[in-house]
């Protein structure tokens, strides 16, 4: 069995799209998947790329993905990368193909001179957060996010001024 990683190209957007939409079935929220092959061609190769993808192959097969972007540590003065998703395929999974696309992203967080390489877990995902932590990643859990979208982003946006 071979693993091989590669950066995704725009021949790719079914396939990370497909990915996706797998990625969401699995968290429980296929309805939320409502990205499109115009928002992610334009995300990921557009004029002002805004997130980076790499494909995760078995034996030349694509059976997974990670999908990140450039975050900034204000305290470390340094750039970090957020990891978006990461998702292998069912069929696919315990044979290194997960950790393999981890150490890659973590690889181009430490040649980009990168503070940080963080990411987000569901908090009932027991198999990835046995993964992680395997690795040595540690849950920032004095911290929640928050996120804004929807109509409560637009008026937050739309309060602007006033």
Not at 36 to 57: D, K
Not at 146 to 155: A, I, K, T, V, W
């Amino acid at each position: 069995m071979t693993i091989s990683i590669r950066p995704a190209t725009e021949a790719d957007i079914p396939l990370i799209l497909d990915l996706i939409r797998e990625l969401a079935e699995y968290e429980k929220a296929p309805e939320q998947a409502v990205a499109t092959p115009e928002s992610m061609r334009a995300a990921l190769f557009g004029e002002r790329p805004v997130a980076e993808c790499v494909i995760g192959e078995l034996d030349g097969t694509p059976q997974g993905f990670a999908l990140f972007f450039t975050n900034f540590s204000t305290w470390l003065g340094k750039p970090g990368i957020y990891l978006e998703d990461l998702f292998v395929r069912p069929a696919a999974r315990g044979r290194g193909l997960g950790k393999a696309l981890l150490a890659h992203v973590a690889a181009i967080a430490v040649e980009r001179g990168c503070g940080r390489f963080e990411w987000s877990v569901l908090d009932w995902n027991e198999p990835a957060i046995g993964f992680y932590k395997a690795m040595g990643a540690v849950p920032m859990s004095e911290w929640t996010v928050y996120r804004l979208s929807g109509e409560p982003l637009r008026q937050l946006a739309a309060s602007r001024g006033a």
